[in-house]
T-cell receptor, first 116, second 117 residues
Framework: AQKVTQAQTEISVVEKEDVTLDCVYETRDTTYYLFWYKQPPSGELVFLIRRNSFDEQNEISGRYSWNFQKSTSSFNFTITASQVVDSAVYFCALSGFSNAGNMLTFGGGTRLMVKP | KAGVTQTPRYLIKTRGQQVTLSCSPISGHRSVSWYQQTPGQGLQFLFEYFSETQRNKGNFPGRFSGRQFSNSRSEMNVSTLELGDSALYLC????????????????FGEGSRLTVL
């Protein structure tokens, strides 16, 4: 069975602060994918990033960065210099390699509120 | 390029009724999956279709069913509605042409919000 835990249900920061969203996962698969999605108020989920389980290299994309640590089963997401437009619900997700990412297990989500 | 379109966006039904939700994927995307989002259970996978065949199925009762047509459009049906079926139903499509490089990269619609009274 797979499980994704996002312990932070809600985070509130002031604009320009850095914020880290935590994600811990459980899986028996030896190879798997990890993802982050963003859900703005309009409802549709927006894909942010995918990592393969054999690639622990951290990634930076603009103000976003991701820290994947297999030893602690964590895949944390940091937003640097947060902006009001970053306000949304963020979901971490997991998928086994066998279904090629066609079947995602999502965490409960973290609601991020960035205040001006 | 048009995104994933779901209809209807909002609907209200009563217990015992049935409902059909529709999803039009991005042009060229042949994989369509459905997710249920509720405050209590969060986002849960319902099923995934590819080329008119159900390829994966989540842990939902038989009242939940779906299908995909030859043009990749998909419908899901919930029969004998229960109060607990009130949820946002999200459809997602995926470009399957390059499996590894697009794995899990789903394009979601804005969802159909179902309220069961």
């Amino acid at each position: 069975a797979q499980k994704v835990t996002q312990a932070q249900t809600e985070i509130s920061v002031v604009e320009k602060e850095d914020v880290t969203l935590d994600c811990v996962y459980e899986t028996r698969d030896t190879t798997y994918y990890l993802f982050w999605y963003k859900q703005p108020p309009s409802g549709e989920l927006v894909f942010l990033i995918r990592r393969n389980s054999f690639d622990e290299q951290n990634e930076i994309s603009g103000r976003y960065s991701w820290n994947f640590q297999k030893s602690t089963s964590s895949f944390n997401f940091t937003i640097t210099a947060s902006q009001v437009v970053d306000s949304a619900v963020y979901f971490c997700a997991l998928s086994g390699f066998s279904n090629a990412g066609n079947m995602l297990t999502f965490g409960g989500g973290t609601r991020l509120m960035v205040k001006p | 390029k048009a995104g994933v379109t779901q209809t209807p966006r909002y609907l209200i039904k009563t217990r015992g009724q049935q409902v059909t939700l529709s999803c039009s994927p991005i042009s060229g995307h042949r994989s369509v999956s459905w997710y249920q989002q509720t405050p209590g259970q969060g986002l849960q996978f319902l099923f995934e279709y590819f080329s008119e065949t159900q390829r994966n199925k989540g842990n939902f009762p038989g009242r939940f069913s779906g299908r995909q047509f030859s043009n990749s459009r998909s419908e899901m049906n919930v029969s004998t509605l229960e109060l607990g079926d009130s949820a946002l139903y999200l459809c997602a499509s995926r470009n399957q042409q390059r499996t590894r490089s697009t794995a899990g990269e789903l394009f979601f619609g804005e969802g159909s919000r179902l309220t069961v009274l």
